[in-house]
């Protein structure tokens, strides 16, 4: 491991790029934007903001369907693929930013809809969480969405593995996995054996796992409305063995 870099910095890298991008198809991809477009009722014209959009592929296939879309993601390495690929796959209503969750008020638009998927919430600290949230509503129009997914933390601890592989393109991932109850905080040890370039690498990743009524609590403290949960991306009613925790609140 690199020593006094952030975990984050290491773990989401074009290494997580490469052993990931084949494994996350476009009709994978298209059908989490299908839920996207449903769930909020995105219209024409809507300004939409993608917090955490790693790589860029919903914010690229939203760009396909004709929305304009801004994504936004604090790691270099997977910004700078985005841009390749909206360069490459001539989506040019699609703009991509390197910048931390706290800044997006930088941006200078109101959006209609925010949406953050896949766990970007609980990679900060609490505060850290709290403080983007306050910002995500400032950004937002009057009446306008926000779609926060995690992983439903009930799940992950009921079906518990504390050890899972598998094989993913040229790559073999070995993870570790063990909770902190104290903290709250879930920590996975990878291991990314290269069978390509007979290489190996480490990995970290530590996420805070959010209750139901935790991430309620923020949204409605700082001011939004919650309006539904959601269970996964079929669109079906939260429950306490859903695979994720999708929660969707409206600015007041």
């Known amino acids: 491991m690199e020593e006094n870099k952030d975990w984050r910095d290491i773990y989401f890298s074009r290494d997580y790029y490469l052993y990931l991008a084949k494994h996350l198809t476009p009709e994978r991809t298209r059908k989490e934007v299908d839920f996207l477009e449903s769930t909020l009722a995105i219209k024409r014209g809507y300004l939409i903001l993608d917090l955490g959009c790693g790589f860029g592929r919903h914010t690229l296939e939203l760009g396909k369907r004709g929305y304009r879309a801004i994504g936004i993601d604090r790691s270099e390495d997977l910004i700078e693929i985005a841009k390749e690929e909206a360069k490459k796959e001539k989506v040019f209503n699609v703009e991509f930013y390197i910048m931390e969750y706290k800044d997006i ?23 850290e969480d709290k403080e983007a949230i306050e910002k995500v509503y400032n950004i937002l129009k009057k009446g306008g969405k926000f779609l926060i997914d995690i992983e439903n933390r009930d799940a992950l601890l009921r079906y518990f593995i504390p050890y899972s592989w598998d094989i993913l393109n040229d790559y073999i991932l070995l993870t570790e996995h063990h909770f902190e109850p104290e903290s709250g905080y879930y920590i996975s040890n990878r291991l990314v054996f290269d069978l390509k370039n007979n290489t190996k690498k480490e990995f970290v990743r530590k996420i805070y796992l959010y209750t139901p009524s935790e991430i309620a609590h923020i949204l409605e403290e700082k001011g939004f409305t919650i309006e539904k949960f959601i269970g996964d991306y079929d669109g079906k009613r939260f429950h306490i063995g859903s695979r994720r925790l999708i929660v969707v609140g409206t600015k007041k």
């Open 105 to 127: 008020e930088k941006l200078g638009y109101k959006f209609d809809v925010v949406f953050s998927l896949y766990t970007s919430f609980g990679l900060s600290t609490y505060e």
